[in-house]
């Protein structure tokens, strides 16, 4: 299986696109796969959880994704109406990565948090 292209890992890092994050994460799984053999730990080390955030349209396309919340709230208040902003927790140790669970909307905590503060 070759490496991932550098391309897709800058994506991955910004949270530029998406389905080049799924594809970063399906071939580590495989590498993974290759170099143990095909089995799997049970009692593999606590992963660093990372949190993504993305900004979505009201038809759930990807506006902007990436690790700062300072800069999902940016983009979700710079974005078309009915734009949401999700939030995922990812296990990473830097080799592999897997979601956590589903993604959260977080919008009405968002805008209900800034009605309060502004």
Known sequence: ????????????ESGDNLESIHAL???MEEAHKEEVGG?????????QLINFYEVI???GIAIWGGASPSEAVTWLRNSPVNSRLLVSGWD???EDAHIVGQPLDITK???STLAEVL
């Open 25 to 27: 994460v399906a071939h």
């Open 92 to 94: 990473s140790d830097l």
């Open 57 to 59: 349209d009201a038809q």
């Open 109 to 111: 905590i968002v805008y």
């Open 1 to 12: 299986m070759s490496e991932p292209s550098k391309c897709e890992l800058c994506a991955w």
């Open 39 to 47: 089995v799997v730990s049970f009692h593999p080390l606590k992963p």
